[in-house]
């Protein structure tokens, strides 16, 4: 595969160029005009939702010290609730003071609870304030610890459940098997904070190479009831959605899962045992199976490793500055990922799954997601970066049936860069002239930074 040439980058005037790109590149994506199913409601563990649309969990980083909800992030939610999703999937939220990705990510706890109150209290009004009572969205938050990527843990403190030498610099401190007891607790108890705060679902974060997913890969973990065997490395996650179940009966259990990661065997979950990196969704399958048996009511299917195979996950047309350019076309990523989501979605055909990876396709995504619903190959179409963007996307749709180009992601990473320098984050170019003048100033002090 080559480097993506740059009068490859989106050009497409029309749903119809775009779809003789793919044919071109030999991807197959459904294209399906009519619109309707994506404003048709949908069932999840017995609540029903307005529509098929689903804001993505997206990180602003620009939580309190203390892990509650802060001002910018209200203005998101607010924003997108007025705009129309149907299914709202709020951000990672850490379950643990020491196990938070950045020190402004949120943080559910005792203390930080009643904020969090406050937020679903304000979501779900400006929702009612656009389109009254009937338009109830619903409302997902994602639990996670971010394991060996815990930013919080302190000088020397942070582990691994496992040495991964393609994220690792040098092997970290190990996580005991009572530690990882703890965090099922833990899990279970940060669940109950969300169901007390008017949470409609948790998801218990499985991707993306934080804890929970780290041990989905967790091969060369020795000796441990949570590494070697598919059934060790997938207790943890399997316990965790046991557990809040049985002990927090009322609230519906979502789960995003890495369909596949990208790191080679023996480092990675969903990737063939004789290939490197090549995708083998054989656990992935068996893993949605058992999810779904166990009650789990919604998926979200994802992929690869922010840092080490970003293009897997997030398709894109301009790389994070100082990091390389996706090795392929964007098309061939879309194409793939909605593909991960679709083979999951006909594993457990009962389970709705959140299909990841629309945004790149800009105002050409609606036909995109409607071919998918049609199809069965997922049950909502979620938009990410296209959230942050056009947090209106749903509303326009529902008034006039089209997108509007100008207020669509343009896949430019710049969101990703506010992270990656610390700053909170959000749509440089279409949430402007807030996030332009913060993505201005962390691109230069990072430059500054010698
Ligand atoms: C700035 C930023 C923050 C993100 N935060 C989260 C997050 O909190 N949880 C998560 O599961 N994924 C997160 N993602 C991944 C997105 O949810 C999504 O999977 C990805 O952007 C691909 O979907 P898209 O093509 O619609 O953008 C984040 C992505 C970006 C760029």
């Given at each position: 595969?080559?480097?993506?040439?740059?009068?490859?980058?989106?050009?497409?005037?029309?749903?119809?160029?775009?779809?003789?790109?793919?044919?071109?590149?030999?991807?197959?994506?459904?294209?399906?005009?009519?619109?309707?199913?994506?404003?048709?409601?949908?069932?999840?563990?017995?609540?029903?939702?307005?529509?098929?649309?689903a804001a993505q969990p997206m990180e602003g980083c620009d939580g309190t010290p203390d892990g509650a909800p802060g001002d910018l992030t209200t203005r998101?939610?607010?924003?997108?609730?007025?705009?129309?999703?149907?299914?709202?999937?709020?951000?990672?939220?850490?379950?643990?003071?020491?196990?938070?990705?950045?020190?402004?990510?949120?943080?559910?706890?005792?203390?930080?609870?009643?904020?969090?109150?406050?937020?679903?209290?304000?979501?779900?009004?400006?929702?009612?304030?656009?389109?009254?009572?009937?338009?109830?969205?619903?409302?997902?938050?994602?639990?996670?610890?971010?394991?060996?990527?815990?930013?919080?843990?302190?000088?020397?403190?942070?582990?691994?459940?496992?040495?991964?030498?393609?994220?690792?610099?040098?092997?970290?401190?190990?996580?005991?098997?009572?530690?990882?007891?703890?965090?099922?607790?833990?899990?279970?108890?940060?669940?109950?904070?969300?169901?007390?705060?008017?949470?409609?679902?948790?998801?218990?974060?499985?991707?993306?190479?934080?804890?929970?997913?780290?041990?989905?890969?967790?091969?060369?973990?020795?000796?441990?009831?949570?590494?070697?065997?598919?059934?060790?490395?997938?207790?943890?996650?399997?316990?965790?959605?046991?557990?809040?179940?049985?002990?927090?009966?009322?609230?519906?259990?979502?789960?995003?899962?890495?369909?596949?990661?990208?790191?080679?065997?023996?480092?990675?979950?969903?990737?063939?045992?004789?290939?490197?990196?090549?995708?083998?969704?054989?656990?992935?399958?068996?893993?949605?199976?058992?999810?779904?048996?166990?009650?789990?009511?919604?998926?979200?299917?994802?992929?690869?490793?922010?840092?080490?195979?970003?293009?897997?996950?997030?398709?894109?047309?301009?790389?994070?500055?100082?990091?390389?350019?996706a090795p392929e076309h964007p098309l061939v990523g879309v194409a793939r990922l909605l593909g991960l989501g679709a083979a999951i979605q006909s594993e457990?055909?009962?389970?709705?799954?959140v299909a990841t990876g629309l945004s790149w396709l800009r105002q050409f995504w609606p036909p995109v997601a409607a071919g998918l619903l049609t199809r069965?190959?997922?049950?909502?179409?979620?938009?990410?970066?296209?959230?942050?963007?056009?947090?209106?996307?749903?509303?326009?749709?529902?008034?006039?049936?089209?997108?509007?180009?100008?207020?669509?992601?343009?896949?430019?990473?710049?969101?990703?860069?506010?992270?990656?320098?610390?700053?909170?984050?959000?749509?440089?170019?279409?949430?402007?002239?807030?996030?332009?003048?913060?993505?201005?100033?962390?691109?230069?002090?990072?430059?500054?930074?010698?």
């Amino acid at each position: 595969m080559t480097g993506q040439p740059l009068s490859d980058r989106f050009q497409y005037k029309t749903a119809d160029a775009l779809r003789r790109k793919a044919e071109a590149l030999g991807v197959d994506l459904p294209f399906e005009n009519d619109l309707r199913i994506l404003l048709e409601p949908a069932d999840v563990g017995g609540r029903r939702v307005p529509n098929r649309l689903a804001a993505q969990p997206m990180e602003g980083c620009d939580g309190t010290p203390d892990g509650a909800p802060g001002d910018l992030t209200t203005r998101r939610y607010e924003r997108i609730a007025s705009g129309g999703s149907g299914l709202i999937w709020f951000e990672a939220t850490s379950i643990a003071a020491d196990g938070r990705a950045n020190p402004r990510q949120l943080f559910l706890s005792a203390d930080t609870a009643p904020a969090f109150r406050r937020l679903v209290d304000l979501t779900r009004e400006a929702a009612r304030r656009r389109f009254g009572n009937r338009h109830e969205p619903y409302l997902v938050v994602q639990l996670t610890h971010s394991g060996r990527f815990s930013r919080t843990a302190g000088e020397g403190r942070r582990k691994a459940t496992c040495f991964n030498p393609h994220v690792d610099r040098e092997p970290l401190p190990a996580w005991t098997d009572e530690e990882l007891d703890g965090v099922r607790e833990t899990f279970v108890y940060a669940a109950r904070l969300a169901a007390d705060a008017g949470f409609d679902a948790v998801d218990i974060k499985a991707c993306h190479g934080y804890l929970v997913h780290e041990l989905l890969g967790a091969h060369t973990r020795a000796n441990s009831r949570y590494g070697g065997p598919f059934e060790h490395r997938t207790r943890l996650l399997m316990d965790i959605v046991s557990a809040v179940r049985t002990q927090v009966p009322g609230l519906t259990v979502a789960v995003r899962l890495n369909a596949t990661d990208g790191v080679p065997y023996p480092y990675g979950f969903g990737v063939s045992s004789d290939a490197g990196g090549a995708i083998d969704l054989a656990e992935p399958r068996r893993l949605a199976r058992m999810l779904a048996d166990a009650g789990c009511a919604l998926l979200n299917i994802s992929a690869g490793l922010p840092t080490f195979v970003p293009h897997l996950g997030r398709p894109f047309d301009r790389p994070v500055a100082g990091t390389a350019p996706a090795p392929e076309h964007p098309l061939v990523g879309v194409a793939r990922l909605l593909g991960l989501g679709a083979a999951i979605q006909s594993e457990v055909p009962a389970v709705p799954v959140v299909a990841t990876g629309l945004s790149w396709l800009r105002q050409f995504w609606p036909p995109v997601a409607a071919g998918l619903l049609t199809r069965g190959m997922a049950g909502f179409a979620g938009l990410g970066r296209g959230a942050f963007a056009y947090p209106d996307a749903a509303a326009d749709l529902m008034a006039r049936g089209v997108l509007d180009q100008t207020k669509c992601c343009i896949a430019c990473s710049r969101c990703t860069e506010l992270m990656r320098t610390g700053s909170t984050a959000g749509c440089a170019v279409r949430d402007h002239p807030l996030y332009a003048s913060l993505h201005r100033a962390a691109m230069a002090s990072a430059r500054s930074v010698p």
